[in-house]
């Protein structure tokens, strides 16, 4: 009897001996705000990944760290705050947002200059140079978008120059690609963009996104889908995924929807003019990724693993690199499109024919392929030549038409895209003219399309998989070099 209970009471005890840790080795302070304690804010020691969250009154007790000599808080609608960890006691200072976002705000060039201390280049050199080399520093200035919005200028003459079929629909395209472009006249025209408005989807405009809200997606779209909080005076005020940034003198808010895709929707998903041109947010809804919590951010903001510090020399901490996203943003580039499109093809001789099945997937990717512009097309083609090396037409299976391109046209092949088609059956058409239907065969994420062609007996075949910017009829007419990437160009042996 006796000895069952000194057991029990070791056992008691035993939990109480591990919890107790040597004095000094726990931080205890308290978070307030102007009007006292703040309950389940989340305290850190900057840079570190375990942190523990206020109770009711206020109070924290956080594990020392050695080399971290900063102790921060953060709480939604809060900016983040922090004090030297060597004080006693601590206690942390909360600054609630500003109510009321400053329309008067003047945009910061993200671009590093000396003479211009604030300019995000000047402390982010890395981060900047990422961002330079994307597609969100182009967006205002991209030439294949100024041709294609325009004017009496382009080389595209009266056909596929938005300003001459749809003016009065002109003012959008300035909402998405240079969202803080001010129009005094109101018409928004992308060819007068200048000034830090001309830097497009710009850092300073990114990280004073305060909410993404989802509830009018599509119908409100890019700068007007955006919640903004730009601060009055000469204070700073960024919104961003660190939940433990410092920058003394300044102010930054720990936002943890910037890590999430609904981030993105507003500018990647718009239905301009009644039609559905950009879509890549809801095919992310429907697609394995978003089933699997796979963010646009985890593939086209992927930590490169070389930043440790996002602003080395001017305050910035080490951090662990792979906490640290980058900023260049691979689009439909080669590398993006051959990591996730796989071909098979079977080749199969039997009597008087060759038959093909080609089974084209595209995986690990977020959305359909291609996604993102309106006009973006992808060709799978296969050709065939027989023992005297004479091209041979299929008999069977799909062809590609005309408007596939001069390359391909009458080939056997497959085209995935998006037509709009009008009553007197022309198509392609630009998305601002009127149409009749719209024909999308462009790949879903994860499910194969598998395609068979029936040729006479072949000896050699050449596949390939093109991938355009724009429709080859309209990029030969403006000369543009690099519409036309090629995923895969292989001969096999029919045999
Ligand atoms: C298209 C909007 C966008 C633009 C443009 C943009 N950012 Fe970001 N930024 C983000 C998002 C979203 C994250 C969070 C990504 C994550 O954590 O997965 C982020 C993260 C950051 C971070 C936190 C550290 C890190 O790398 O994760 C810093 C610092 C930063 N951005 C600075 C900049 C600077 C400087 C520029 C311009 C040179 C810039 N950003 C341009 C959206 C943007
Ligand atoms: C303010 C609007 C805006 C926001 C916010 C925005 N984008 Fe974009 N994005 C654009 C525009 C406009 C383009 C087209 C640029 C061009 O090619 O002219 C673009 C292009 C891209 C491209 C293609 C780049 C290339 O080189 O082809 C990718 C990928 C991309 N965005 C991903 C993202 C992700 C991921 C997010 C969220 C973290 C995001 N964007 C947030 C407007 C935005
Ligand atoms: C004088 C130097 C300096 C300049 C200029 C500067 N920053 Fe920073 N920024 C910092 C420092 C320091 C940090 C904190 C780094 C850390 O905690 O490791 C930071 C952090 C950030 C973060 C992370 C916030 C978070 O909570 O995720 C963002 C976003 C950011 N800066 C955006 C910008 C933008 C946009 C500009 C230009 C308009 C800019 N910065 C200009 C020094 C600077
Ligand atoms: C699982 C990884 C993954 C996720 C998640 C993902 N993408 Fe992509 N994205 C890719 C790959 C791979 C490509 C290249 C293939 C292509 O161009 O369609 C791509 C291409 C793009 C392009 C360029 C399309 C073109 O052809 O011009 C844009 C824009 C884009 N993604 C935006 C987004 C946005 C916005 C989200 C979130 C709503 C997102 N992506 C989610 C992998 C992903
Ligand atoms: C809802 C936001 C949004 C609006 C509005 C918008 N765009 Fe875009 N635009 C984008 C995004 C995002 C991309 C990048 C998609 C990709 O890379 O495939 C893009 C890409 C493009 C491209 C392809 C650029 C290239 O280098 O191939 C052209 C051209 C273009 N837009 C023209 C326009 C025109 C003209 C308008 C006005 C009628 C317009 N856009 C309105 C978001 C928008």
């Known amino acids: 009897m006796r000895r069952i209970h000194i057991l029990a009471l070791t056992l008691l005890l035993l939990p109480l001996v591990f919890v107790a840790t040597p004095k000094g080795?726990?931080?205890?302070?308290?978070?307030?705000?102007?009007?006292?304690?703040?309950?389940?804010?989340?305290?850190?020691?900057?840079?570190?990944?375990?942190c523990t969250r206020t109770d009711a009154a206020g109070k924290f007790n956080l594990r020392r760290r050695e080399n971290a000599t900063r102790v921060t808080a953060a709480k939604p609608g809060y900016r983040?705050?922090?004090?030297?960890?060597?004080?006693?006691?601590?206690?942390?200072?909360?600054?609630?947002?500003?109510?009321?976002?400053?329309?008067?705000?003047?945009?910061?060039?993200?671009?590093r200059d000396s003479k211009k201390p604030n300019n995000c280049g000047n402390c982010h050199g890395a981060i900047e140079r990422e961002w330079?080399?994307?597609?969100?520093?182009?967006?205002?200035?991209?030439?294949?978008?100024?041709?294609?919005?325009?004017?009496?200028?382009?080389?595209?003459?009266?056909?596929?120059?938005?300003?001459?079929?749809?003016?009065?629909?002109?003012?959008?395209c300035a909402s998405c690609h240079a969202p803080t472009m001010s129009s005094p006249t109101?018409?928004?025209?992308?060819?007068?963009?200048?000034?830090?408005?001309?830097r497009g989807v710009h850092c300073d405009y990114c990280h004073k996104i305060a909410d993404a809200p989802t509830d009018k997606l599509g119908t409100r779209f890019g700068r007007d889908g955006y919640e903004l909080l730009r601060p009055h005076g000469d204070e700073q005020l960024f919104f961003g995924p660190l939940p433990d940034a410092v920058r003394p003198g300044d102010a930054f808010v720990y936002a943890p929807f910037y890590k999430e895709s609904r981030y993105c929707a507003s500018c990647h998903?718009?239905?301009?003019?009644?039609?559905?041109?950009?879509?890549?947010?809801?095919?992310?809804?429907?697609?394995?990724?978003?089933?699997?919590?796979?963010?646009?951010?985890?593939?086209h903001m992927t930590p490169?693993?070389?930043?440790?510090?996002?602003?080395?020399?001017?305050?910035?901490?080490?951090?662990?690199?792979?906490?640290?996203?980058?900023?260049?943003?691979?689009?439909?580039?080669?590398?993006?499109?051959?990591?996730?499109?796989?071909?098979?093809?079977?080749?199969?001789?039997?009597?008087?024919r060759t038959q093909v099945e080609m089974t084209l997937t595209a995986d690990n990717v977020g959305h359909r392929v291609p996604t993102g512009f309106f006009d973006r097309n992808l060709v799978m083609v296969v050709e065939a030549t027989d023992e005297a090396g004479r091209t041979v037409d299929a008999h069977d299976g799909p062809r590609l038409p005309a408007f596939a391109g001069a390359n391909v046209a009458g080939q056997a092949g497959v085209l995935y895209?998006?037509?709009?088609?009008?009553?007197?059956?022309?198509?392609?058409?630009?998305?601002?003219?009127?149409?009749?239907?719209?024909?999308?065969?462009?790949?879903?994420?994860?499910?194969?399309?598998?395609?068979?062609?029936?040729?006479?007996?072949?000896?050699?075949?050449?596949?390939?998989?093109?991938?355009?910017?724009?429709?080859?009829?309209?990029?030969?007419?403006?000369?543009?070099?690099?519409?036309?990437l090629v995923i895969l160009d292989q001969d096999l042996t029919a045999k």
């Open 25 to 50: 080795s726990v931080i205890e302070g308290v978070v307030v705000d102007f009007q006292g304690p703040v309950p389940f804010a989340t305290v850190r020691s900057q840079g570190q990944a375990d």
């Open 80 to 111: 983040i705050g922090w004090t030297p960890s060597n004080r006693h006691p601590i206690q942390i200072r909360l600054a609630p947002l500003p109510s009321e976002d400053n329309f008067d705000y003047t945009w910061i060039d993200p671009v």
């Open 132 to 172: 330079a080399g994307s597609g969100h520093a182009r967006s205002a200035v991209n030439p294949r978008v100024l041709t294609l919005f325009g004017g009496t200028e382009s080389p595209l003459g009266k056909d596929w120059n938005l300003l001459e079929q749809h003016p009065l629909g002109a003012g959008v």
């Open 186 to 198: 109101l018409d928004y025209d992308l060819r007068s963009v200048n000034g830090v408005a001309a």
């Open 269 to 299: 998903e718009g239905v301009i003019f009644g039609v559905h041109v950009y879509g890549t947010y809801t095919e992310w809804l429907q697609s394995p990724a978003a089933k699997a919590g796979t963010q646009c951010q985890d593939c």
């Open 304 to 352: 490169t693993g070389a930043m440790t510090n996002v602003a080395p020399g001017h305050g910035g901490i080490e951090r662990a690199p792979k906490t640290l996203a980058s900023h260049d943003f691979p689009g439909g580039s080669l590398a993006m499109l051959k990591k996730c499109l796989r071909l098979e093809v079977r080749i199969r001789t039997e009597g008087n």
């Open 417 to 484: 895209a998006k037509t709009l088609t009008d009553d007197a059956g022309r198509t392609p058409l630009p998305f601002w003219l009127p149409y009749e239907t719209m024909t999308d065969t462009r790949l879903h994420p994860g499910q194969p399309d598998r395609r068979t062609f029936t040729f006479p007996v072949v000896t050699k075949l050449r596949v390939r998989l093109l991938y355009r910017h724009l429709w080859p009829t309209v990029a030969e007419r403006i000369a543009s070099q690099d519409n036309e």
